[in-house]
């Protein structure tokens, strides 16, 4: 669901939860110019930009709600954001390997269709749940609050969230997290950060995946990293590569220091 007319509500499966949402009439759309960013059919530009302002503000009412129930129970929600296949699933993997001695770990796993990440997240022992959003191209508050009821994470612990492989959606939906994690990998080059600004700007993290690839490839990682200070100047920057696990350390330092803050007058 984008936030132009919500267009893919009902479609959300959440694993071991039924709940069904009505979709009210089959609509097809497509983006144009005008205050709304977008048009469709019979609809006009004011209008427009009312949904997208009611849809928003419903989110933000559910992610309100989550990130009390966050706050009450000690528990580090991050929001892992990244395009498709930067690496979110095999940096979750690893990491949870190396922490899961040290802290209470659970994982909510977010993408269109299919019920993969969960499965690999689940090799490792933890608790992880799927939502599949179908059409949708990003979790939303809602859907986050579901899947607590199932997933039940435990007081204290580390909830990491996988988004939707996507830049641009997840960037205006708040799910009560702490941070937003941006993951960016070193073969989808050092432009992203300008191209797609609302989700860098939205992160407090980003980790630049992928470096044991940088001998064969053009990437300039100072431009790179640059650029995301320029539309986020406070935007802390971690290297690292998930297969080989260089420069990790720094990661699970982060995860560390700031899962202590998130216990400090909670
Ligand atoms: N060389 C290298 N490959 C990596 C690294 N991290 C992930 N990969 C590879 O990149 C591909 C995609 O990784 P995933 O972890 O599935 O990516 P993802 O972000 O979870 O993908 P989606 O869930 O589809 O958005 C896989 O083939 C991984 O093995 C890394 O640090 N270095
Ligand atoms: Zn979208
Ligand atoms: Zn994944
Ligand atoms: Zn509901």
New binding site residues.
């Given amino acids: 669901m984008c936030t132009v007319c919500g267009c893919s509500e009902g479609e959300t499966r959440i694993e071991g939860h039924q709940h069904a949402h009505q979709h009210p009439n089959e609509q097809t759309h497509d983006y144009g110019a005008g205050p709304a960013h977008a048009h469709a059919p019979g609809l006009s530009q004011a209008r427009m930009v009312q949904i997208e302002q009611d849809i928003l503000g419903k989110n933000n009412e559910y992610a309100a709600t989550n990130r009390r129930w966050f706050s009450e129970r000690g528990i580090l929600a991050l929001n892992l954001v ?10 979750l993997t690893r990491t949870i390997q190396d922490l899961k001695s040290d802290l209470g770990l659970s994982v909510i796993e977010g ?1 269109q269709q299919t019920t993969n ?1 969960a499965e690999r997240i689940r090799k490792t022992g933890v608790k992880a749940l799927q939502v599949n959003t179908g059409k949708g191209c990003h979790l939303d508050g809602h859907m986050v609050g579901h899947a607590l009821e199932t997933l039940a994470p435990e007081d204290n612990s580390v909830l990491f969230i ?1 988004n ?2 996507n830049l641009v959606c997840p960037a205006a939906f708040d799910l009560g997290e702490a941070h937003k994690v941006v ?1 960016l ?1 070193v073969t989808e080059g050092e432009d992203k950060p300008l191209k797609y600004p609302d989700m860098f700007h939205a992160a407090d993290l980003m980790i630049l ?5 940088l001998p064969y490839l053009a990437f300039d990682t100072d431009e790179c990293i640059n650029y995301a200070r320029r539309v986020n100047p406070g935007i802390k920057v971690l290297q ?5 696990g260089e420069g990790i350390s720094s990661w699970y330092q982060w995860i560390k220091a700031t899962h202590q803050l998130a216990q400090i007058g909670g």
């Fill in positions: 990244s395009s498709p296949g930067s690496g979110k699933t095999t940096l993408d990440d996988e939707v492989g993951i990998s995946n992928k470096i044991d690839l690292v590569s998930a297969t080989t």
